[in-house]
């Protein structure tokens, strides 16, 4: 394409409202313009790279028989009352009437709309397994959109729905899946992880992310430094053994611990590390008040206590209830005398100390030498805790260690959640009808063109990876006024194009140096520039990721490209 | 793809609510399925024709160097304010407010979106002409959603907008999307007529519709039978000429005509032909008011009135103001003897009438041997009717027939209506701040699947035509319980696969009917069928539109399919 009448405005100046690299470059190099809050248009060569990325997903679905198909943006509300989320989605969700003040929803999933589909057209166990996809622009009102397209109200998303006749049969679904999204991130040429998730309030089963490693990422991620084990980090079960010491265990004593106001300053006051206190938050699950004990270094993982009740609701008690159970708030609270109605439950690290301080159920005062067992009874013991870093992996191989990640896709076994609650039943080879089991799978594709800048930039500009690059060539004239650079530079255009390479053309009457500037915005792999030695049918050409330059003859040009893409 | 686990389900009977060709078979082959009213999804192979269709459209907007980009379907409101379209589009424009209860219209077009751009981002002559364009889902609430994908309210279009620095520069552009369209048209295998049609209150120059011909379609065309002109009825002008007869007028007679209500009545109660009449009638031209006389066979076009007089408003007069400025009610008006404020203004067919009959402004009377000129005076002659079949075609070659259309395309110079209002200047090659000229250009993608299936399809289906069908082979095993049958089927799928046909295969264990009857609903061109002479080698082929069936080796298949294609 030549560039001169082709709509790419570059900025010197980083936008006031971007804080983070792809959001900074994705603007100042002409990809994106923000509309509105969290809503951006694609500039041209902006729709090109997630042309490119929609390319890599398509292909990856087709491989494993997803079919491609499109649902509308407007989906009928009747569909999402069947299934609760018309209330339990919340204002994420975008509601609009139509001139009769029907109500609908503006597309943000659709299991809804293709569970309707399938019920009606599917019958029997023949037609099953069946997996759909599709690539469309969702909506999802976010409270605070920010970071460009990694946090946006209207992005580009690939969501695939998979119906099977049997959880057996989804796991095979949702091992194909991971592969192909597996594949998808790599050949856009990202450092990630693909890490076990929550599966939430939805009911499913297994469940992973896929992370873009990144500092700028919303997530914390754990991550063996040694294999390819990683967990969200509330998800990451602790596989530490702990060993009791020797110590014998003396007489409790209550100490007065005025003003301590935190573990670490009870510590300090008892002269005793932070890991040899004890830590203790009363939390009501369901109906039954729990009082968790943390060693002091320890923070509680709620998702454990929760999985371990198999409750719906795990909150902190009120300091309220916490008065009137246990006589003092929330800074004295330890699990010494705690009267019947409160259940003590403490982390294994607990179990194999001697000798620990703990609240005394008394503002102002610390037991010290309290043992387990001894002084305190507990009712159960269990992995309660976060991960933290230096623990062993969960396999069995290498530490952990700790990084932030953007989330890129989510695979998800759903169960019977959306078949059941909407009826989408199959007739199994023995006549007798079946509740579908589903699957759902997002890939942000807008989200991973941002998260592909936020990994590949330097401080000129972004570094495309060469199969996400817009094009393959930037190619420059340096002076076109001066016929023979423009003669060389016109007719090397058509040449690679003609070979069926990819190349951008600065064809403007623009100075060397914007256009050298621009070219290290843009980011395209390779630069070719025609200057002062055309007269010799000699151009440079330069790696934008390394910088390295180098003079090549114009007659070349093609193979030269060729090569240096092959195997990239 | 292997149909047996694919979402195609197909329908013996049409759906109650499809009235046409179109909408019966793409529901009843499993394309597309309702969601609500005017919503549909595109199931697989309706995704896939959609993609062929897309895919031309991309092609020859690409060659004409527009450049695809892609912006949001939320649209602040704050930008249709400053065209005023918020409030001038009307109830076609869906609204949504987001949590913050800011306003948006879903996207129906981009005018306003693309114009707010290139306002910010384009400043000089040099940068111009740009040409962009976007495919995806448009919105528009309309009060009847009928036909399928005909009239929808959620529906794929292309859109694309030129910036240009003078009008010249537009010209040229429009010419290049109009030859654009006709080749997007063409290589979707269509009948249709690139027709001239009218501006309407956006204010622009030219604009030409793409129409399909089509019995179904809601707009009438009138077409040269021998030349490439075609406009829409109103807007066609009338060439013939009338002559005079050799007849001298008579003197004027007042005739009772008691009951007689229409044309027809009175020339037959008066022994004329209706084209020995006049017809007579009020309207009311901005403040003026206007009686168009035309002859009693023709229609007076209310577009050329209002051109004529360059009028905002063109109604017809209230018979209250017709019985106090004519002293009668619309039944028996005529030319003669009107008062000052009515102009007479008379199609040129009147002019060359001598002795012909009219209303007398009386209620039950007319006048007979009434001659222009003579009996009544004509303010002005113009062209004033529509024009009729067995007319001369405008551009002197042939005579027009009339045909109804589709609309799937449509070319606009927009001028200066966007970027005035919304200030978009550039500065020219004199430095002097300029206004910029628009042109807007749309394809209605889905609407084209849908025209060409009414072009293409028989009693039994579908009959794409080469380029658009979803796969170029329907393979068909016809017992695939019998192995050798299921075997030969199997190693045909794989080979056509390998040698980059597309291939649906029904591996369906399915009655060889049931298979037979889907595959002349899906259309896909070529099936092949492996059969009885499995055995043999043998596969029976058969061309969908044609019926032509033969016997094929199938280890020459690929050869086949190919030369079958070539040149298609």
Chains 1, 2 share one sequence.
Not at 434 to 443: E, F, L, V
Request: charge should be negative.
């Amino acid at each position: 394409m030549r560039q001169s009448h082709m709509l790419i405005p570059t900025l010197k100046e980083n936008p006031a409202d971007a804080e983070i690299k792809s959001h900074q470059f994705l603007v100042r190099a002409g990809y994106i313009r923000q509309i509105a809050s969290g809503i951006y248009s694609f500039l041209p060569i902006g729709r090109r790279v997630l042309s490119k990325v929609e390319s890599i997903v398509r292909e990856e679905m087709e491989k494993i028989g997803a079919h491609e198909m499109a649902m509308p943006a407007l989906e009928p509300s009747e569909l999402w009352k069947e299934t609760g989320r018309w209330t339990t989605f919340g204002s994420e969700l975008m509601r609009i009437n139509d001139r009769h003040q029907r109500e609908f929803a503006l597309g943000a999933t659709h299991e809804e709309v293709i569970t309707s589909i399938v019920r009606n057209e599917v019958k029997s166990y023949k037609q099953l397994p069946i997996t759909v996809f599709q690539i469309q622009n969702k909506f999802r009102d976010e409270a605070r959109p920010r970071f460009g397209l990694l946090r946006g109200r209207e992005f580009l998303m690939k969501d695939a729905y998979s119906f099977n006749e049997s959880y057996e049969s989804l796991d095979e679904t949702y091992q194909k899946m991971f592969d192909a999204y597996s594949n998808v991130f790599r050949r856009c040429g990202l450092n990630f992880r693909a890490v076990i998730a929550d599966s939430g309030a939805m009911g499913g089963k297994d469940t992973h992310e896929f992370m873009v490693l990144s500092e700028v990422g919303e997530d914390v991620i754990a991550y063996s430094d040694t294999s390819r084990y990683a967990a969200n980090i509330e998800m990451a079960p602790v596989a530490a053994e702990y060993k009791k010491t020797n110590e014998s265990p003396l007489t409790m004593k209550k100490t007065e611990t005025p003003d301590k106001k935190t573990m670490k300053d009870v510590a300090d006051y008892l002269g005793h590390e932070l890991r040899e206190g004890l830590k203790s938050i009363m939390f009501q699950v369901d109906d039954q008040f729990v009082m968790a004990v943390t060693r002091g270094d320890h923070e509680v993982n709620d998702v454990k206590l929760k999985n371990l009740y198999n409750a719906d609701i795990v909150e902190l008690a009120s300091e309220e209830d916490t008065k009137r159970l246990l006589g003092t708030g929330f800074g004295s609270l330890g699990p010494v005398d705690v009267p019947e109605e409160v259940e003590v439950v403490a982390d294994h690290a607990v179990e194999a100390l001697t000798n620990a301080s703990c609240g005394a159920n008394e503002e102002g005062y610390h037991y010290t030498n309290a043992t387990p067992g001894e002084d305190f009874q507990v009712h159960q013991y269990a992995d309660l805790r976060f991960i933290q870093e230096g623990d062993p992996s969960p396999d069995g191989q290498g530490v952990i260690k700790f990084a932030r990640g953007i989330e890129v896709g989510h695979v998800f076994k759903l169960g019977e959640f959306y078949s059941e609650r909407m009826n989408a039943t199959f007739l199994n080879d023995q006549g007798k009808a079946k509740t579908m089991i589903m699957g759902s799978y997002g890939i942000g594709v807008s989200r991973t063109l941002a998260a592909i800048v936020e990994q590949y930039h330097d401080e000129r500009g972004i570094t495309w990876p060469a199969k996400i690059a817009p094009y393959q060539v930037h190619l420059l004239s340096m002076n076109p006024k001066k016929e023979d650079q423009k003669e060389l530079a016109d007719d090397l255009y058509e040449t690679l194009l003609e070979a069926g390479i990819e190349v951008l053309y600065d064809d403007r009457k623009e100075r060397a140096g914007v256009k050298f500037a621009d070219s290290d915005l843009f980011g395209i792999p390779l630069r070719i520039t025609v200057g002062k030695r055309a007269a010799e049918g000699m151009v440079e050409v330069k790696d934008r990721a390394t910088g390295e330059q180098s003079d090549v003859e114009s007659s070349g040009i093609t193979e030269y490209v060729n090569d240096w893409y092959k195997g990239k």
